[in-house]
């Protein structure tokens, strides 16, 4: 009965995952679903534990600063890479085969490498002229506290770039689940840093991101050479692929360093505001970020390799389908959502944080914070998926536009209710942001697929 009963399993799995595109896509993103939501348990855990031993203390406020630069570099640099390799990966894979695409990979990585050695150099050396201008509400030692931190965190920047494109090319070949699962090593590494080593405070921290990549490398790594792909840094030269993920790939930055300028300055913004005021406000998105990265990683993984098949088919019709399927299933979900995260705001605050450093001051205070950031919910997931269908059309200037008008709304607008609300201004700032970007990526992106329809 036990045998009968997994076979019916999966061929029920099958069955929903099979056939249709949209029924791929509902299985992978589920696949991938899944193994987000472990990590989520995972790094909910591990909140737990920073809200315990650190609060919404100085040394926090030191650490989310000293992460700022080389987050920021990853998203720009790293991200761009991911969205603008592999629509061109799968397309040489499909059109000319797997050797194409290897040497098209080889040169990606090579180049991305060099682009990520030279800017964590830049990271480094110029650090003591942007870290007094990020922190300028940092007393001396807060601020000699962020440079230390700074520089052991500096090796994630090469780390998280290599895992960002080893697990696109494993997503490409349509292997979700060890790509969802494997983010799990940093979360888990932290805790145990967190707990064994009382002496190492913060720094625990700032070990647990570099110990956690270097076990991701490992993993991804050797899944990679299973599928067949060969870890070589080898240069072909500047052939017309890799020159189409170059094309892409600029535009790609400049929309992804716009995209990251705003979470820069929302938190710089914050450094200056009142001591606390950093920690509060990451604080303020946990609970959000939860059904957020939930969804989006577990759909916008599993879109960009149907959908890039779709537009290499010129299947127009079946890219609009799916997107209004989506969208619509987006909405149905997120809006109740949305209700029940402001409803129950301060108690979800409580439950998860009041303990230890975190007082029932901070519970207030953070929740209204995570109030104003839950508006974006159903924006923010369903700019995810527009912003997935246009890297796959390979309209990466788009979103250029899209990030550079975010970053002048998004300054303007955290200036106008800080002075209303404080704090709490940057998060619903945040939120009306991800509303305008979402109607204007919607707006150009319809118009495009009804042109490329006729």
Known sequence: MKVLSVQNIVKHWRNLSGGSINRQILGAAITVGLGTALIKIVAVFKELIV????GIGDTLDAFLIAMLVPDFIIIVVAGSFHAALIPTYIQV???EGINAAQKLFSGVMLWSLGLLLITTILMLATAPLYLPQIAAGFSAEKLDLTFKLLWVIAPVVMLNGILLIWGAVLNAGERFALAAVCPIMTPAITIIFLLLNKS??????????VGGAVLEIILLGAAIYQQGVLLELKWYGLNAHLHQVINQFFPAMAGSFLIGSAAFVDQSMAAMLSPGSVA?????????????SLVTTALGTAVIPYSSKMIACKDWQGVQHTLKHYLQLIFVVTVPLTGILIVFSEPIVQILFQ???FTAEDTHLVAQIQSCFALQIPFYIGNILVVKFITSMQLNHILMWAAGFDLIINITLNYLFMQWIGIKGIALSTSCVYLFTFLFVFLLITKKLRELSK
């Open 51 to 54: 809200a315990w031993k650190f």
């Open 93 to 95: 894979r499909e059109q």
């Open 355 to 357: 303990r230890g450093s």
């Open 280 to 292: 509060a406000l990451n604080y303020g998105q946990r609970a959000i970020a939860f059904p957020i």
């Open 200 to 209: 190492w405070g913060v720094f625990a921290l700032a070990a647990g991101l």
